[in-house]
């Protein structure tokens, strides 16, 4: 593996960009999110989630009330629908959080106790004001590419 | 030049104003009212969005605040507004015509009725004297937003409730009040969206969000007391806004007024087109609410007197604003 550190984060979202169209693993590894560098599927999960959780609960509650259990409340329709909104909204909320909660984790890949790139020189960095790209698995590549790049640091890490 | 034009349009609005007045004094008492129930909402916001800021601080409230204190300024067309209203006063409100007398009569009668509106006058232009002095208003904040939200509170009770005696909800004002947040917060984007800074504009989209979700919650609320407990003296004041004509105007309102700025607010807040598009999907919802909320009193539908009271409203408000922003910008040139 290797773990090459950028003076700030254009630097570090061009030179990812440059060695993902290589073809090479790349990540990256920043206090801030790199912004477009990668487009993360957790808002549309959460959205589909979401929109399931509102309309099963509503339809869970149609039914109960329509074809399940019949009963005449002080004459009001069967499809009581404005007293299902609350619990949809709640459901879907639950849902959409649920989802993203889970999607976070396993996009990831956490609980993750340990991972290489932690041994890396003044990596603790990352959490404050440094910009890493990690490139893991096949490196042959990087090194002709990374002169371009002007990277502050480049280190070999055993994977 | 723009406040000229606003000036004109408004112009147009009162006399044919007038004109529905000597034709049709039923149609215009109305309509007036609901234009100056949805405009009201402008100032008030204003004073409390400013007031607010003064505790909170932050960069959102830098930005807006010329656009709030040019709706402040709006606040003395309430003076020559109040004229038809109380001129008219017996074709509007059932409460105060001649006749046997409601259970709620005790507070629903002109004497006290009057004694309040000089209430809410005093207060109102107090805090406008205070808000638009070029002095801090943190010391007086809390005090002011305590009285305007009690004040205005009633004074929606007065002004659009009691249209309809026998209606009753105690979270009416509280929707109003998120109303005017929403109203002055949607001016004060489509003010500030061509000189604010960029990082500005998601913070006003994401309190714009804030405020759609709130007014959302509370007037379902509403609904939902309303309907779940299904009392004669409630229940039929939904009935009439929810057939028909009416009850298309309530599914737009749900739509344009939730539905669809929650949703683009919601993804896409940093763009400034939707910001500007939502703020003025959202004032053209509150316009048609206000004429929901108010026309439905009488059995007919909106007419060009709605309309007018409407054009006449706008148009005199946005003059009164505009000259308040050309004036402030010719100091500054000086």
Known sequence: MILVSFADRDAMVHAFRTLRDAGLAAETYSPMPPDEADRS??????????LLGAFGSFAMQAYATTLGYKL????????????????????????????????????NRLPHLYDPV??????DAA????????????????????????????????E | MTARRAGIVGSIGLVLCGLGWALDPA?????????????????????????????????WGDAIAPCLRAGVATLPLLLPALVPILLLTSFLYPWARPGPAL?????????????RLLVYLVSWFGLFWLVLRPRSLAAMAPAGLLLLAVTFT??????????????????????????????????????????????????????????????????????????????????????????????GVALA??????????????????????????????????????????????????????????????????YLALRRRDAVMVARHV
């Open chain 1, 41 to 50: 599927p957790i808002p549309l999960l959460m959205l589909l989630f979401g």
């Open chain 1, 72 to 107: 005449d409340v002080g004459g009001r329709p069967n499809l009581a629908w404005p007293s299902y909104v609350p619990c949809a909204f709640e459901t879907g909320v639950l849902f959409a959080i649920g989802a993203g909660f889970l999607a976070y984790f396993a996009i």
């Open chain 1, 118 to 123: 932690d041994e890396g020189a003044g990596f």
């Open chain 1, 127 to 158: 959490t404050r004001d440094g910009w890493f790209v990690a490139i893991r698995g096949d490196t042959r590549k990087a090194p002709a590419l990374l002169e371009d790049l002007r990277p502050t640091s480049v280190e070999a890490l055993p």
């Open chain 2, 27 to 59: 149609t215009f008492a109305l309509g007036w009212v609901a234009a100056v129930s949805c405009w009201l909402a402008w100032p008030i916001g204003s004073m409390a969005l400013l007031m607010i800021h003064a505790l909170t601080g932050g960069r």
């Open chain 2, 103 to 115: 259970y709620n009569a005790f507070y629903l009668n002109l004497p006290f009725a009057a004694g």
């Open chain 2, 154 to 247: 009633f004074a929606t009770i007065d002004l659009t409730m009691s249209l309809d005696p026998k209606f009753n909800s105690s979270i009416y004002g509280l929707i109003a009040l998120a109303g005017t947040g929403l109203t002055a917060l949607s001016v004060g984007i489509l003010g500030a969206a061509a000189t604010a800074e960029e990082a500005v504009l998601p913070d006003l989209a994401r309190l714009l969000l804030g405020t759609v979700v709130l007014w959302t919650y509370l007037d379902f609320m509403q609904l939902l007391i309303v309907w779940q407990s299904d009392l004669a003296s409630d229940a039929p004041w939904y009935v009439v806004r929810s057939v028909g004509l009416w009850g």
């Open chain 2, 253 to 318: 309102v749900a739509i344009g007024h939730f539905l669809l700025p929650f949703g683009l607010l919601l993804s896409r807040q940093r763009s400034r087109r939707v910001s500007v598009g939502v703020s003025a999907l959202l004032l053209a919802m509150e316009g048609l609410r206000a004429w929901w909320l108010v026309l439905p009193t009488a059995p007919r539908s909106p007419s060009w007197i709605d309309a007018a009271a409407l054009l006449a409203i706008v148009g005199c408000s946005a």
